[in-house]
């Protein structure tokens, strides 16, 4: 049996337990960043086996499994459905202290009422039951996302997507509810003045606008957030290593824009400038429109060239990043505040020796106007674990406010990921009941159980106020 994840898995003292059960445990989830496939929430999907709706698109398991020394045609390869599951299947006991050990029984606990550890000897068994209970219409992804009790959730979209899966949701009340966040990371990344200009021949026909000069850009941009906006989108969304800073006449953003068009390419510096001036216009666009920002910052991407040659983008070659973050932030955040057109913003930190950065930076643009305005956004990646998750908390509590906090998300391509909510509920818990237990905090479980509830929901559903 899986006694290790048992009714109080993490909760290591009497009130931790209260806050957690009392609390926590049965609000619903507010998912506010992932990159769910919004097809197959609008298809309703079936998954014929729990390879497809686990491990396909999960880079996690994948550097696990190629740390381990696994084929990858048994990862990313031609090998069947069930060779691949049955092979991480080898890996999951060697995964022992990484957070996948917790995450892989939590989900088959929460989903398939699965109590064995998964292993060599137990997978044709677990292999047959999901197999069978993915054959039910419940365990279609609509299914899935209601298991968990998936409020809301909003994917990760180009602005150039037509959205119509979303719109297909929309009118279906069956359907969890699903809204697009736009994700213009694209629209300015003109380091490669090629494949640039094939994006914007996608963006004038998703706009109807041609794309002459920058205003032209801009102006597609603006009607593309719209579109966003009328389908139901209030989030954007930004994967950066950097934020850059530069006072607005460096470069004549005009004649930048001229020379990507002629297939000029840039120095990194008007490459920078570019993509600072375009950040400044974007978020303008959602301050108007009542919008949150989420500024996903510090990765290291595709780092192996060969494997990414092989395998494409989003496999498994990405990393953290030492990139330099305060002045660049700082500079952004300012500018917008200073004409007072800064939206709500989250901003993620990859690198946690920038924890402190990020957590006090965030507190110089909080005004008073909204609570938790500009936030320090929950542990993101590879920090999405027991330690980073901790670490994240700390540093927001001595920095910030914890109370104001919006809480987690799954970040995943993965519709098993919805028990990281719980896994983060029951961190959060066990931290406030350590602080109880070592006199540093009153037992007060009505007052403590207040702050757990909104972080853990309440404080989601009135910063995004979601229709």
Known sequence: MNTFITEDFLLQTDIAKSLYHNYAKQLPIIDYHNHLSPKEIAENRQFENITQVWLAGDHYKWRAMRAYGINENFITGDASDKDKFLKWAEVVPLTIRNPLYHWTHLELKNYFGITELLSPETAEAIWDKTSLLLKQKSYFANGLLQLMNVESLCTTDDPIDNLEYHIVIEKDNSRVKTLPTFRPDKAFAVEDVNEYNGYLDKLESASGKQINNYKDLIDALQTRVDFFHNVGGRLADHGLEQLYHYENDTFDIEMLFKKVKHNESLSVEEVQFFKAETMIHLGKMYHAKGWTQQLHLGAIRNNNKRLLSDLGPDTGFDSIGDFSQARGLSGFLNTLDSTNQLAKTIVYNL??????????????FNDGTIRGKVQFGSAWWFLDQK?????????LSNQGLLSCFVGMLTDSRSFLSFPRHEYFRRILCNLIGNDVANGELPNDEKHLGKIVSDICYFNAKNYFKFK
Not at 352 to 364: H, I, K, L, Q
């Open 351 to 364: 690198n946690p020796s920038d924890n402190e950065v990020f957590a006090t930076m965030v507190g110089n």
């Open 387 to 395: 330690d980073g998750m901790e670490k994240q908390i700390n540093t």
